[in-house]
């Protein structure tokens, strides 16, 4: 009965009975997406996959967000949740290492576009679907992600599928039948972090579950109980799992509430570690320093053990290319992750002193950072709650800023400006129309 | 090493190193596989499918076989790969109960019409896809399966990458990527099984890896060693395997030779029990009856237990539905699946008489059936080898008459009669551009 129950609760659960918390932070989670995938946008990944434009001749229906192309609804979505992934820099919901925006948003604004949708419905959907991914996530996490998935990508497709079905209109009955087409195709392996692989992730799963709600529009039948079956979702994807957390408190409790927002442009278990990197590096010279000891949650070393990472984008993944930028340049930035710094002499030395060390009992949030000199001092700095964390929040003035910094360059101060004032707003709009006119890249 | 030594593998075996048996097996697969997609290609699942053309305004580049519709190649693997397992009439490796040209046909079909590929080429690259795909599925059965993947899906996604890999002529290294694309999106519940998603899997399977592969071309980079890795696809998705047999006798062993055709429309595991309720049915009458008990292995009754099956298709997963068609009309072709015969009195009556009963001793490809009489009389009938089985195999001449029955009502003869020449010429023509037209529906 979970998917069932599910279903129900979602069908129920109508834009006034989402308090106002929900939300604005359902905005928040709008515009924080929607910098990230402008960001991105011309990263050459980007050019790959709009390659396939070419390859299917696709029809100019939905916007490619930060650039001028239009292609069809699902090659739309595939590239939008990609792009918003490509930075690692999106939004993520802590408690699972979830990054809820990725395969929901680019399906809602994909549809928004291509039906001309209110701004109402499409955060309807938007909300729904993210809190329908983040629970299925919490009741499989922790064992999912550690036997290999990528769960954002992996129960990010029940999100996609939710939210296009609030937007395409569902029965009850074809809501359960998405949720088993999307389930089937839930994928997504951990083994491709570091690679163009790894953004391709949620832009599949969004594009998988907005098929599946397509399909089940025209009745196509699929299993009524994929969560919870025998050889459903949970029992073969994740060894241990609590599918009462799916239902749990629904309508009472949000896990969208829990989506925090990254101040840094990597993996959110990196975060405490550069907090502290920066504050060491406010306080002694990069020459006085013997050594730099990360003592870390197991996970954080499992994640980002690259110790020689190759590209930029690999640097992601490298707690010592990480913790260098950080105590070099105060900053874990795009910028720091460009392909030539991890290339330059004086990270790539710096990276060498950074020495982190496992422990089970420090909590994956924290880190406890010593800076050993030369002349025998030890500099302690210990980050309970990194910025960005829940309790340690970016503030709204924040969230703007690293707006304007990801798509200023793009689509320009003023379309950026007006983006922003157009999520804010996004349950006034009666068309997105003009929403969307506004992620165009602006003429060079 | 696994994975690169799979691509080395298969990147140096020239159509030329193929030999004469198993080129000629690939050509009665690329037969019966056109026959049973072109069969059910007029059935409700695919209109719904079809319906994405309409959503995406797809463009008009390759054929639906057995209709009149083009679609773009993503969309048209996709919908010709579905087509083909709809019925559960087509291949199967009987090692690993893997359909193999359900994801690498329809991808082959694609491209070779897309880009006016010559047949050789095409044979070539259908018998690499369904090679690797049967070897990656060797070394992950049992265990994989009994997890509940559906293995045609899972390593078939793997197949379409390597086929339509070396039709677009993939370096070394974009091959290696193109199976990681591929392979993280490893997909396909067997929870699905008796509804439209089941036969959705293999045509997913095409489109994912098809695009796994023309995003390698593009240089799209991901895991060099998806098979191996830590948290790779064996690792991940199978808890015992045995990567050894993805390479063992590469050139000198080939699986594709094992590869099997179906006489009727279900599962193979049901094929022993349709041949014998078809013998007992010759020996005695309806009303004689009192039980037949069929004796098989587990799986048998795990994947064909449903009692009361509501529609013809969930009849294939149905031992008494199945039974009781078998024994009373003879057969067990798509006509016995019809929604009618589930809801016939008589066989309704009659499957109630069916009586499987498990026993691990007893082989998959076995069954010991007793009718047990009124009268008190037993009559015992046992298959070692069902009809369609490698010891058993069903003749040049039945797979021909099958694919006349399949294909007779939709495309015409002399159609169909062209057709069935031309894939036994395929190594000869320069062109498909004949052989697809001949695919078409007829006017009615």
Redesign the interface.
Known sequence: MVTKTLVENILKTSIKEIPEDVRQHGKKSLLNWMGVAIGASSHP?V???L??KE?????E?VSIFGRTEKV????GSLINGMSSHIFDYDDTHLDTIHHPSGPVAPVVFALAEKMDLPGEKVLHAFILGCEAELRIANAVYPSHYQ???HITSSTGVFGAAVAAGILLELSEEQMIWAL??A??????????FG???KP??PG?AAQNGL?AA??AK??????T??LE?????A??LAPEHDLSKVNVHWGEQWELLKNAFKPYACGIVLHPSIDACIALGKQVKAEEVERIELVVHPYVLELTGKSAPPTGLAGKFSIYHTGAVAFLEGDAGEGQYADSKVKDPAIVDFRTKIKPRVDETVKEERVIATAFLKDGREIEHIVKNATGSIENPMTDEDLVRKFKKLTYPIIGAEQANGLIDAINEIQQLDSLTSLIAFTKAAKQ
């Open positions: 990944s050019d790959m996959v390659a396939l390859d299917t001749q696709s029809a229906q069809d609804l699902l090659l036997l290999g998935y088993g087409i389930g089937t195709q839930s994928f997504g392996l951990r083994e491709m690679t163009m692989t391709f992730h599949k098929m397509l399909l025209r009745n196509f039948t699929s299993s109980e994929v079956a025998k050889r459903g979702f029992n073969v």
